[in-house]
């Protein structure tokens, strides 16, 4: 009878566990068919490991000329957007009255040195017995005299700097003088830009420093243009961190474009441009991929319910 009994005591259990699982697996479909549960497969792929930092596109030679004193604008000859050469004439202050302040500066000083010649004579020979008076008299005329030598020569190099020459060959970003015949002032002037020398401007996270190295290589999209990505490389790495707007603690860091062509010819590259770097850490190709979402504690489920523990290596956007 106790035999009889164990029989239909494991009968019941085979069929119970048989039912269960039964009633797991529709379970299982019903989840798959509503959404809830999703099965992939393992792929091989190429998994690339990266950071992506924000950041824009700056300038390493970039520079406004302005002129050294107020004076009436004789001509202007550029405009934002044109090209200039190295040394090339793009503005000057009519010289005129800038000449009339060297002659008068010059006169200024011839005045000032005969006044100090008359002081040096009366205390000739008396070197040894000069009163205070005398010594103070001689001083003060030829600290007079060496002021208005110094005027004269500012008058001078206001006269040579009356011209804004172009220091590098470039394009013109911005002018603020306008028409022959205005008053400008020493803040106005001309913004020249060496499109050659453009660069993705960045910073990273203090937690990422260790992770980021120069000639590290990198892709760059930019906000205007999300299709495109333009190749670039780390150069330059700060060596002071500083403050995000955000309150981290951040390093700069500068990344160049690969085509210097770009650069130069690309109309797409403009000052100010904001976007996106990422920074590749590491890559592997064609090895075994899973979705990052299908990874929890380097364990995956299969499909029957088992979970199994897999060993993980580089992690990218979206798979691992």
Not at 202 to 227: M, P
Not at 282 to 304: C, F, G, M, R, S
Request: aromatic share 8%; hydrophobic share 45%.
């Amino acid at each position: 009878m106790k035999l009889l009994k164990n029989k239909w005591f494991w009968v019941g259990l085979i069929v119970l566990v048989i039912g269960g699982g039964f009633l797991w697996n529709k379970q299982q479909k019903l989840k798959i068919e509503n959404g809830q549960l999703k099965i992939v497969e393992v792929q091989r792929k190429n998994i690339v490991e990266s950071i992506t930092v924000s950041g824009k596109i700056a300038a390493d030679k970039q520079v406004t000329l302005t002129f050294p004193a107020t004076g009436k604008l004789s001509y202007v000859k550029v405009k934002p957007g044109d090209s200039v050469k190295s040394g090339q004439w793009m503005a000057a202050l009519d010289t005129g009255d800038l000449q009339a302040a060297v002659t008068k500066a010059w006169y200024s000083y011839l005045a000032y040195d005969a006044a100090a010649k008359v002081a040096e004579d009366s205390v000739k020979g008396h070197e040894a017995d000069e009163t205070f008076a005398q010594k103070n008299t001689r001083v003060a005329a030829q600290t007079a005299r060496d002021s208005a030598y110094e005027s004269w020569l500012s008058a001078n190099r206001a006269v040579q700097l009356a011209v804004l020459k172009a220091p590098f060959a470039g394009m013109v970003t911005a002018v603020t003088v306008s028409a022959a015949g205005d008053i400008v002032g020493v803040t106005d002037g001309i913004t020249v830009v060496d499109p050659e020398t453009l660069y993705f401007d960045t910073e990273v996270d203090e937690t990422d420093f260790g992770k980021i190295k120069v000639g590290q290589r990198a892709i760059v999209k930019l906000d205007a243009f999300e299709d495109i990505e333009f190749d670039g490389v780390v150069t330059l790495m700060g060596y002071a961190t500083k403050l995000s707007d955000s309150g981290a603690t951040v390093i700069p860091v500068r990344i160049g474009f690969l085509d210097p062509s770009l650069s130069a010819q690309d109309d797409k590259l403009r000052l100010g441009l904001n976007g996106d770097a990422e920074l590749i850490l590491a890559e592997k190709n064609n090895v075994l991929t899973l979705p990052i979402e299908a990874v929890n504690d380097n364990q995956v489920e299969l499909p029957d319910g088992k979970m199994v523990t897999i060993k993980i290596g580089l992690e990218g956007e979206e798979d691992i």
